[in-house]
């Protein structure tokens, strides 16, 4: 893999030019290079043709909210914010790029780091097939704030994380499934979209597919749906920024439904795609 381009800046003060933090060859993926920093917020997007992105001004409000809910209240400056990007993207040599802010909260000022690297998307036998997840009794502590000492806290989760399973769901005491470690989760049962309304972060791309979901006439509950009734789930899908919408096939190795993709996730993947045609946006 290639190595993470790393830059920072401080916030609001255009003296501050971007700076590029060299980071080691070993560091080959966001998670390392965020866990060289102090614990802080954090929000993740991929871009498009490599100077597009879709709803960046969501993931920028969430970033504030997550400092704020982490104790450091910030108002980023956004014109500064996406003139930075821009720069860092250029040195960037890919065509598409998966990109995370990050506000570390241990450093004084309020510093802004921007991290680029290379993009992975589910492959397209994984979108015709569905992918295999396990299941991991946790939860975030603070689920309403993307902060990065939860990429510490899971790692243990992500090491079981074998060739060939894409996600670990999250499982709370009371066998509700709340999300992945890094995605929104949905069972589909009776017709219906179930998926935790409370007790996980509310991903960018859960927000508009439930939206896609509900315009295209099919109810959402916003409850967990339970490990318990997996022979219930007729489909099961996670979403996420670089996933997109993306078939569950099997869980804990128990299939879902007839262990195929099912129409309404492939309804939900096609619509995605749509809105993101014709909605990305110049950074």
């Not at 500064?80 to 506000?103: D, M, Y």
């Not at 015709?128 to 806290?153: D, E, H, W």
Request: with cysteine.
């Amino acid at each position: 893999m290639s190595p993470i381009l790393s830059f920072c800046y401080l916030n609001g003060d255009y003296s501050s030019s971007l700076v590029s933090n060299p980071l080691e060859s070993a560091i080959t993926t966001l998670d390392q290079a965020s866990n060289l920093l102090p614990a802080g917020a954090y929000t993740t997007f991929r871009t498009y043709s490599k100077y597009f992105a879709l709803h960046l001004n969501d993931h920028l409000r969430r970033l504030e909210t997550s400092s704020k809910l982490g104790g450091h209240p910030i108002r980023l400056n956004v014109d500064q914010l996406r003139r930075n990007l821009r720069v860092a993207l250029t040195q960037f040599p890919g065509t598409e790029a998966r990109v995370r802010l990050i506000i570390p909260f241990g450093l004084g000022d309020e510093t802004i780091y921007i991290h680029v690297g290379a993009l992975s998307v589910p492959t397209a036998a994984q979108r015709a097939n569905g992918v295999k997840t396990l299941t991991a009794q946790m939860q975030r502590n603070n689920p309403s704030a993307k902060l990065s000492n939860f990429i510490q806290t899971s790692q243990a989760a992500r090491r079981r994380l074998q060739e060939g399973f894409e996600e670990i769901l999250m499982v709370d005491e009371r066998g509700n499934i709340l999300e992945g470690l890094t995605s929104n989760f949905y069972a589909v049962m009776g017709g219906e979209i179930w998926t935790a309304g409370q007790g996980v972060l509310s991903g960018i791309t859960r927000q508009i597919v439930l939206l896609l979901a509900e315009d295209a006439g099919y109810p959402v509950q916003l409850e967990a749906p339970k490990l318990s009734n997996l022979i219930s789930f007729t489909e099961a899908f996670i979403t996420s920024t670089s996933r997109a919408v993306l078939p569950v096939t099997e869980i804990d190795h128990e299939p879902v439904g007839d262990g195929k993709p099912g129409p309404l996730t492939q309804m939900l993947m096609h619509l995605y795609n749509q809105k993101v045609l014709s909605e990305i946006e110049p950074i």
